[in-house]
């Protein structure tokens, strides 16, 4: 059997250029993901539009969730947020398409929000009934909610150690 030369990163970049097949699969994968983000993208909209009102330019609820500098990774916002908790807790409350709600949920995992953050995170763990978003409010609270408090809810420890599993 013949070894082949071994290509580089440019080489098959190149090559998948030119594939038909990966063309059209690279097509349609594109064509869902827009799909997939035009299902809650009014939902970003709303939720951008009231931060913009606070003085928070971010175009995405994760964009709270992604606020540090990254060497490589362009940020649309970096910094703190804290002026935005009491939005994020109201919109916490309402229903959102899961993948917003997450970013809700992932925005308000901070240490610093306050009896506010982690009791609006515990009365939404309370009621949560799918197992995933149970377990990022388990994570959320594991950071917002001082531990003292924490230990009165062996529900969230048992959560959070399935890691989404129960």
């Given at each position: 059997?013949?070894?082949r ?5 440019k080489?098959l ?20 993901l ?18 913009k ?7 995405s ?81 594991k ?15 048992h ?8």
């Amino acid at each position: 059997m013949a070894s082949r030369k071994p290509m580089t990163a440019k080489e098959l970049l190149d090559a998948l250029a030119t594939d038909p097949e990966y063309l059209e699969l690279r097509a349609r994968k594109d064509a869902e993901l827009a799909a997939f983000v035009a299902e809650f993208a009014h939902e970003e909209r709303m939720i951008a539009g009231e931060a913009k009102a606070l003085g928070y330019g971010i175009s995405s609820v994760w964009d709270f969730v992604n606020n540090t500098p990254h060497p490589v990774l362009e940020r649309t916002f970096i910094g703190a947020y804290d002026r935005a908790y009491p939005m994020l807790i109201r919109h916490l409350q309402v229903p959102h398409h899961p993948r917003v709600r997450e970013g809700i949920i992932r925005a308000l995992t901070v240490r610093d929000g306050g009896e506010a953050v982690w009791q609006a995170l515990h009365q939404e763990f309370i009621r949560e009934p799918d197992k995933e978003l149970r377990w990022v409010l388990a994570n959320a609270l594991k950071v917002a909610m001082p531990c003292r408090k924490r230990v009165k809810f062996p529900d969230l420890a048992h959560v959070y150690k399935s890691g989404g599993a129960l």
